[in-house]
């Protein structure tokens, strides 16, 4: 059966969080779909959430990495969002706080029911850093399909760019199908069908009819 298809540029902003405890403070509880950005503060992150909703403000830009240290979650429609983490291996952040965000982060992609998929960005030209692979890791153990997306394809010529791509593709072969690479770029428009056909699949998993049908159920009660 085809699924509906997602129409990403009706993503709006929903609310901003200061760390993962205060989420389900905002938000109905941990229901619906929630796919995950999540990347190195100097990822190219907001370009990319802006790019694929076709949005010049959506996410904020920032030309000082790790500045923004907030989850801001977008709205897709009532049962699905986009959630932006905020960027990690920032130098110039205390190291208080990056300990902080790596254990909220790892708590994240571990304890939340509803998130269908995870999106991590790297700059193509400096791909898989520790943290990276530790996010990646992290999703895997946690049973959360994985986009590895390099960013910023257009700063390489194609010969190059695909090089690096299938050298990702080989380092992070071991984990099968559960992690998909992609090379991307904001400017260019490079891999943006790719993507929004791999996010559209995220946004119907299979458990998400069941849960629609108990949420619908528990009204009516």
């Known amino acids: 059966m085809t699924e509906s298809r997602i129409d990403f540029r009706k993503a709006k902003f929903l609310i901003s969080a200061p760390d993962i405890a205060h989420l389900d403070q905002y938000l109905p509880g941990d229901i619906g779909v929630e796919i995950a950005f999540a990347g190195r503060s100097n990822a190219g992150k907001s370009s990319a959430l802006n790019a694929l909703t076709e949005q010049k403000s959506l996410a904020r830009t920032s030309k000082t990495p790790g500045r923004t240290q907030l989850i801001n979650v977008f709205e897709l429609d009532a049962d699905r969002r986009l959630v ?5 291996g920032f130098a ?4 208080a706080l990056k300990n902080k965000w790596q254990q909220a982060l790892g708590e ?3 304890k939340r029911a509803c998130l269908s ?3 991590v960005l790297m700059d193509i030209r400096h791909p ?6 530790q996010m990646i890791e992290w999703a895997v153990l946690s ?3 994985v986009l590895a997306l390099l960013t910023k394809a257009d700063k390489l010529t194609q010969s190059t760019k695909m090089k690096t791509v299938n050298e990702v593709r080989k380092a992070l072969a071991d984990y099968g199908d559960k992690v998909k690479v992609e090379p991307f770029s904001s400017l260019k428009g490079t891999g943006k069908p790719k993507v929004l056909s791999i996010l559209n699949d995220w946004c119907h998993p299979a458990w998400l009819p069941e849960q629609q049908a108990l949420r619908e159920q528990t009204e009516q009660e």
Request: charged content about 15%; glycine content about 8%.
């Open 117 to 119: 998929g995870v999106v």
């Open 108 to 110: 994240y992609l571990q």
């Open 84 to 88: 932006d983490l905020p960027g990690y």
């Open 128 to 133: 898989l850093k520790d943290l990276d692979m």
């Open 92 to 95: 110039q952040v205390p190291l």
């Open 143 to 145: 049973n959360i399909p």
